[in-house]
């Protein structure tokens, strides 16, 4: 029972690097999303996907791009890291979206340092 | 304008108090609110939800919703050293429904 799984757990980047965040949820949930933490200013959505074929942006889209490659799975590209960047990433899955009761579930997170 | 606001912290109290938590939201529109726990270096876990105004007790957690005053609180009676964790309060709100966090209140309970 892995729930929600993401991968790298860590990964340092140089600036201007591009590399992919993946995830994947096994709880058959229809949407998924990726925050980034920074200290102090709590989790904000960067990305999200309602169902299947979705995706939708966030808070702080920029610098960002999402694939929502079936139900499974959800992976988050920095396209050229930049050192803002530098943060805490989590996915996260909940089985719908838009309605009372939306629990999320997040993964481990990963920790991403661009120098 | 931040939707989300808690206090920061750090809010210490003495193993086996009760422990006090408030969050605040802007958007009356919010339907339901969340409690999740995040112990350093781990992911969030929800703790309690709430939608009704009153209070939601689940254990050692009671959870506390005033709508016309847009104020919800956490209460953490018997607080152990375990409880020892940043609290995010979340928000149901915004037209698309998002949850949106306040940026969590460390706690520590001191034996």
């Known amino acids: 029972n892995a729930g929600v799984t993401q991968t790298p757990k860590f990964q340092v980047l140089k600036t201007g690097q591009s590399m992919t965040l993946q995830c994947a949820q096994d709880?058959?949930?229809?949407?998924m999303y990726w925050y980034r933490q920074d200290p102090g200013m709590g989790l904000r959505l960067i990305y999200y996907?309602?169902?299947?074929?979705?995706?939708d942006k966030g808070e702080v889209p920029n610098g960002y791009n999402v694939s929502r490659l079936n139900k499974r799975e959800f992976s988050l590209r920095l396209e050229s890291a930049a050192p803002s960047q530098t943060s805490v990433y989590f996915c996260?899955?909940?089985?719908?979206?838009?309605?009372?009761?939306?629990?999320?579930?997040f993964g481990e997170g990963s920790w991403l340092t661009v120098v | 304008q931040k939707e989300v606001e808690q206090n920061s912290g750090p809010l210490s109290v003495p193993e086996g108090a009760i422990a006090s938590l408030n969050c605040t939201y802007s958007?009356?529109?919010?339907?339901?609110f969340f409690w999740y726990r995040q112990y350093s270096g781990k992911s969030p876990e929800l703790i309690m939800f709430?939608?009704?105004?009153g209070d939601k007790e689940d254990g050692r957690f009671t959870a506390q919703l005033n709508k016309a005053s847009q104020y919800v609180s956490l209460l953490i009676r018997d607080s152990q050293p375990s409880d020892s964790a940043t609290y995010l309060c979340?928000?149901?709100?915004?037209?698309?429904?998002?949850?949106?966090f306040g940026s969590g209140t460390q706690l520590t309970v001191l034996p």
């Open positions: 979340a928000v149901n709100s915004g037209s698309a429904r998002q949850l949106t």
């Open positions: 996260a899955s909940s089985e719908a979206t838009g309605t009372a009761g939306n629990t999320i579930y």
């Open positions: 709430i939608y009704s105004n």
């Open positions: 996907s309602a169902s299947e074929g979705t995706t």
């Open positions: 958007d009356r529109g919010s339907q339901s």
């Open positions: 709880m058959n949930h229809n949407s």
